[in-house]
């Protein structure tokens, strides 16, 4: 099955510089990558994906960029503010059968002021 | 956005109780929910996968009887903790997708058995 890792396991950046979590998948076969972000005592909530035949994806201040070759996959966090301090889940899936979700280990980011 | 709505949010309750967590998808019809637990500072540890009018699928390691899901329509399913145990204290956490919607997630419930 799915095997996902995930690093860093903590990051504390300073408010306004990049934080950049990565993750890698050892299944070739999955095509859908989404990252969730998890506030405390809170449910995930979608953030970004990204689908296998893409290879960059940006929304505002959230990019996601993926290497299918090396199956790795990245969040990119631009201009970090205090309320984006969470802990952040990737996930990989394949979509095309009754598959699930596999997460990694989860990043907790703490933003600092 | 989808909206998945999990309620209660929280639930105290004496040994030997029963509880129902209730999950719905507010503005899709979902084809499959999913149950899941995490433990403190934890991933998401998946329980089982349940499709509308059909038995749902568990994960190995968990017990049927214990954790009983009802998925009775395209916009709920529900989790039944029975006979709950202090161990079984936790955050449940539900999701929902669709052919046309990636999963997302209700804001989960928190267990606790006293």
């Known amino acids: 099955g799915e095997n996902v890792e995930q690093h860093p396991s903590t990051l504390s950046v300073q408010e306004g510089d990049s934080a950049v979590i990565k993750c890698t998948y050892s299944d070739s076969a999955s095509n859908y990558f989404p990252w969730y972000k998890q506030e405390l005592g809170k449910g995930p909530q979608l953030i970004i994906d990204?689908?296998?035949?893409?290879g960059e994806k940006k929304d505002q201040r959230i990019a996601v960029t993926l290497n299918k070759t090396a199956k790795h996959f990245s969040l990119h966090i631009t201009e970090t503010q205090p309320e984006d301090s969470a802990v952040y889940f990737c996930a990989a899936i394949y979509t095309g059968t009754a598959s699930k979700l596999t997460f990694g280990t989860g990043t907790r980011l703490q933003v600092t002021l | 956005g989808a909206v998945v709505s999990q309620h209660p949010s929280r639930v105290i309750c004496k040994s030997g109780t029963s509880v129902k967590i209730e999950c719905r998808s507010l503005?899709?019809?979902?084809?499959?929910m999913f149950w899941y637990r995490q433990f403190p500072k934890q991933s998401l540890m998946l329980m089982a996968t349940?499709?509308?009018?059909?038995?749902?699928?568990?994960e190995q390691g968990v017990e049927k009887d214990k954790f009983l899901i009802n998925h009775a329509s395209l916009t709920l399913s529900t989790l039944t903790v029975t006979s709950a145990h202090p161990e079984d204290s936790s955050f449940y956490i539900c999701?929902?997708?669709?052919?046309?919607?990636?999963?997302?997630f209700g804001d989960g419930t928190r267990l606790s058995i006293l």
């Open positions: 503005d899709f019809q979902a084809t499959t």
């Open positions: 999701s929902a997708n669709s052919a046309n919607q990636p999963q997302h």
């Open positions: 349940s499709n509308e009018g059909s038995k749902a699928t568990y």
């Open positions: 990204i689908r296998s035949n893409v």
